[in-house]
């Protein structure tokens, strides 16, 4: 029971991030990298879901993304993107004690990494609508994205909407 | 022989589901189409500019119940003191020999709006203003949110532009609308290709996008003899051969001509002259209707 009410806040979250990040954009100096909420918090769920079904959320999370954040892109790329991160993301589960800092800023930035790359790769087919960014932006998106990923898990943890080290511990 | 075949599928379930997954989504991505593309975006997109015009009104209604509350005493004064002057201009308005006489209000919106609609370039349009209530946070797809949809005529494939520093100069085009609000796929978005030529010099060309609003645009495919005549800081306008955007926007100016000695065509990079940076209304050319 306490597993699928985690799991459920975790989406309602997630959806919400998703709405949230549009909001932002007037209010902020530096409105053309504001931190991907809803990419941190899909990371971390498909950590707390294991193995079994993670890649389930990176391929629902995939298609979530496309119909909120992004107009212009093409449908399927986020879905493909997302279940490769999500299915490895997932099989971190219980190999590391995770510490409130260092950890879920490496998962992060090494999702990032490989997010950016599959977009590259795909931006290189014709036909399809995948933008290409410069290096330095690529590089403060995801420098920011990153610094965001401590932030959120803890704030995760306080309101008890997620564990990572629950298999360990038992 | 079954019970193998179900204990191998049972054993390997997990990786089974991920390479369905990830097949399914290839799949995808390369039999969408943008009808169903559309259709998927423009229902999320319907939602999620609802919050967007609910969030930016809702701020701006309690910005000013806010000023109301903290100021009333200094509001009726000041009404009590309008009131009065209201009543002297009356008088002199009443007085005045000249009955045209008209009180010109400091409005930005329509000086600009006076601007392109005295252009003969946009005799067969309206202009319809927006504000800029959001963007894409993604640099991946990069796209600007309005303030007006559907129900003030704005259509898919509408020019967009905006004024600055007294000119009219073109933002993009309209690629996704809602009864209350639109996006944009701005000029340096990198699938954007504009028909343009030279404005002095007549010379046409393909604008293109670099994904970046601070790098320069490419216009390819000049004729090389272009070169000899044209300068650093001419401008480029729209040719108005695609269909989509009018003729005679202007789009940007000159920064440099890429000196092709062997190649049979001429590159330029144009810089915009919207500052996208700080842009915040901008103007839709809808059709005018007879």
């Known amino acids: 029971m306490k597993r699928r009410t985690i799991t459920f806040q975790l989406i309602l979250f997630v959806v919400l991030a998703f709405l949230q990040s549009r909001f932002f954009y007037s209010q902020l100096p530096f409105h053309r990298y504001l931190p991907d909420l809803a990419f941190i918090l899909i990371i971390f769920a498909s950590i707390q879901t294991g193995r079994k079904n993670s890649h389930w959320i990176g391929f629902l999370g995939g298609f979530l993304l496309h119909a909120f954040m992004q107009p212009d892109s093409v449908l399927g790329v986020y879905a493909f993107i997302l279940t490769i991160i999500c299915f490895i993301a997932g099989q971190m589960k219980g190999r590391l004690i995770i510490d409130p800092i260092l950890l879920p800023l490496l998962y992060v930035f090494a999702a990032l990494i490989m997010k950016g790359m599959f977009l590259f790769i795909f931006s290189l087919l014709p036909d399809l609508e995948i933008c290409r960014i410069s290096f330095i932006d690529f590089v403060i998106s995801t420098a920011i994205t990153t610094l965001c990923a401590p932030i959120i898990y803890n704030i995760m943890r306080l309101f008890r909407l997620i564990d990572l080290n629950e298999r360990i511990r038992k | ?290």
Do not use: C
């Open chain 2, 1 to 290: 022989m079954q019970g193998k075949v179900r204990d191998w599928l049972k054993k390997r379930q997990v990786i089974l589901q991920f390479s369905l997954l990830l097949l399914i989504s290839l799949i995808i991505v390369f039999v969408s189409r943008p009808f169903y593309r559309n259709e998927m975006t423009g229902a999320g997109f319907y939602i999620t500019t609802l919050f967007d015009r609910a969030a930016s009104e809702s701020g701006e209604k309690v910005e000013v119940i806010g000023d109301q509350l903290l100021s009333r005493k200094q509001m009726k004064k000041k009404i009590q003191l309008l009131e009065e002057k209201v009543e002297s201009l009356e008088q002199l308005i009443a007085s005045s020999a000249d009955k045209d006489n008209r009180v010109f209000l400091n409005n930005k919106n329509n000086a600009d709006l006076n601007l392109i609609n005295q252009n003969e370039d946009y005799l067969s349009f309206n202009a319809v203003s927006a504000d800029i209530m959001a963007r894409n946070p993604d640099p991946f797809s990069d796209s600007l949110i309005i303030s007006a949809g559907s129900y003030k005529n704005i259509k898919n494939n509408q020019a967009v532009v905006a004024v600055t520093d007294n000119q009219v100069a073109l933002v993009g085009r309209i690629v996704l609308v809602t009864p209350w609000s639109a996006s944009i796929r701005p000029i340096y978005h990198s699938r954007s290709s504009i028909g343009s030529r030279l404005k002095k010099e007549r010379y046409e060309g393909i604008l293109k996008g670099q994904g970046d609003p601070s790098r320069p645009l490419d216009l390819s495919y000049l004729n090389k003899n272009a070169q000899k005549i044209l300068n650093s800081g001419d401008v480029v306008i729209t040719s108005g051969l695609s269909s989509i955007y009018p003729a005679g926007i202007d789009i940007g100016r000159i920064s440099t001509i890429k000196r092709n000695i062997l190649g049979p065509v001429l590159d330029l990079e144009v810089i915009p002259l919207v500052n996208f940076d700080k842009l915040e209304t901008v103007y839709v050319l809808t059709e005018k209707s007879e």
